[in-house]
């Protein structure tokens, strides 16, 4: 059994590997001009997004996703789980699902309902499936059942024109239902690491949570957020990611944020 997904996932290519799990990358553009992120440093992707470079994504092909699928079947895979951000915001599920009537082997796609990291998630709650044995309906229904529990909550001030309306600097964004949908607003950075904070400690079960950030200047605020709620007897783990440009490319240099959900 494979499993595949996509570079907006943000897995990155050691987790992909440690996971057993193919990465097909998403296509980037600044100005026009393709960005190799196997050599482009993150933090070079970000200074001239800041500097105000204009970026553009593409999802994956049908035909890249039949060559995964083909790659994983040569390596012996008898089935493959591909698992990809909600179809409301993408084409990518949708590309997937066209490669898999051309594959090889039998393939289940997989629609989260989430994006980002939140993929990511699922994909390693699938991957554990996978390791222990399990079958390829079972890893998608812990992707799709993890996708349903997660919440998250970010920050992406100025945004070079991707998914995220403009609006004032520090609004409060939260992505359900296919759509981003502003939350709050808060008078700077410190405030707005405040309101995520508050936001994941608003019920009263105990939560795993993930805290990303794109640009080296705010990880800053990422610390003191993961330091926040590592306070709270709520939180049972922290984990840290970090957003690369197949999102950051949407979200702009300055975004951060993080996800969270119950263990079962």
Known sequence: MAVCTDSSSLLSGAAADALGVALIPVG???DGEPVDTRTTLV???YARL???AVATTSQPNAA???EAYERAAVAGAEAVVSIHLDARVSGTVSAAGVA???APV???VVDTGTVSYGVGICVRAAATVVAAGG???EAAVAAIALGSRLENAFVAPRTSGGRIPATSDWTLWTFANGAATPASESSGIEEAVDRISARVLLGDRPVSVAVGHAAREVEAAADELAHQLLRSSL???VERYRVDPAVGAHTGPDSFGAFWWPEM
Do not use: K
Request: hydrophobic share 55%.
């Open 106 to 108: 039998p393939v289940t």
């Open 50 to 52: 800041r500097g105000g």
């Open 135 to 137: 079958s390829a309906t």
């Open 100 to 102: 898999a009537v051309a």
């Open 64 to 66: 890249e996703f039949v």
């Open 235 to 237: 939180v049972l783990a």
């Open 43 to 45: 933090d070079d992707f």
């Open 28 to 30: 980037i553009t600044l």
